[in-house]
């Protein structure tokens, strides 16, 4: 099990760019998979994109492809989602997920593949 703590959430416009950080509390989330979750108030929890443990593999959901980027340091414990031309309908509380794993190109979509979150950081892109 590891703790997951993101950061970098804020109050963005339209257009503009921002970037999440989820730090591991355990030097052995270099043997997780990961991921970012989003959710809006009365809609489940929806995948934005995923890892595989060595970064090699990443997936991404359509509706953020092309603007989104997933990625990790495991020398510094620490998984990133960088943002970029943001929209409204970005707006959420954003969640940081891993589950261990080192299957070679392995990643997890599912909310319930995933046993360690951490507590999530509003985003809000409003004009």
């Known amino acids: 099990q590891v703790q997951l703590v993101e950061s970098g959430g804020g109050l963005v416009q339209p257009g503009d760019s921002l970037g999440l950080s989820c730090a591991a509390s355990?030097?052995?989330?270099?043997?997780?998979?990961a991921g970012w979750f989003r959710q809006t108030p009365g809609k489940e929890r929806e995948v934005v994109a995923a890892i595989t443990w060595n970064g090699g593999v990443t997936y991404y959901a359509d509706s953020v492809k092309g603007r989104f980027t997933i990625s990790r340091d495991n020398a510094k414990n620490t998984v990133y989602l960088q943002m970029n031309n943001l929209k409204p309908e970005d707006t959420a509380i954003y969640y940081c997920?891993?589950?261990?794993?080192?299957?070679?190109?392995?990643?997890?979509?599912?909310?319930?593949?995933?046993?360690?979150w951490g507590q999530g950081t509003q985003v809000t892109v409003s004009s």
């Open positions: 355990e030097r052995t989330f270099r043997n997780y998979a």
């Open positions: 997920s891993a589950r261990f794993g080192r299957d070679s190109g392995t990643y997890y979509t599912t909310e319930r593949a995933y046993d360690n």
